[in-house]
Nanobody
């Protein structure tokens, strides 16, 4: 079992920044790749970014590439999502996920944190 708790969401103006955190507990955190996803009202959940176990390999959705950065601190059992140059279309509930079960599919999910970007 892995428990995930996201934090850091909030309301920000367009062009602003936020940093999301996802604290993991349970299994050894450094053994699992991690991902961030988001779900906007009325839309399906979509992939945002992921990071491998060591943190050396990352990938991003085209919509956030160059603006968002995923990172992890295995000593702190935490994965981060630094979000810069935020746009209103980034408004969504953001979820972190652990332990891949397929291509961009994960076994464990957090409860989500709301990010709202005003224009």
């Amino acid at each position: 079992q892995v428990q995930l708790v996201e934090s850091g969401g909030g309301l920000v103006q367009a062009g602003g920044s936020l940093r999301l955190s996802c604290a993991a507990s349970g299994r050894r955190f450094s053994n699992t790749a991690m991902g961030w996803f988001r779900q906007a009202p009325g839309k399906e959940r979509e992939f945002v970014a992921d990071i491998n176990r060591s943190g050396g390999i990352t990938s991003y959705a085209d919509s956030v590439k160059g603006r968002f950065t995923i990172s992890r601190d295995n000593a702190q059992n935490t994965v981060y999502l630094q979000m810069n140059s935020l746009k209103p279309e980034d408004t969504a509930v953001y979820f972190c996920a652990a332990e891949p079960s397929g291509y961009r599919q994960y076994r464990y999910w957090g409860q989500g944190t709301q990010v709202t970007v005003s224009s």
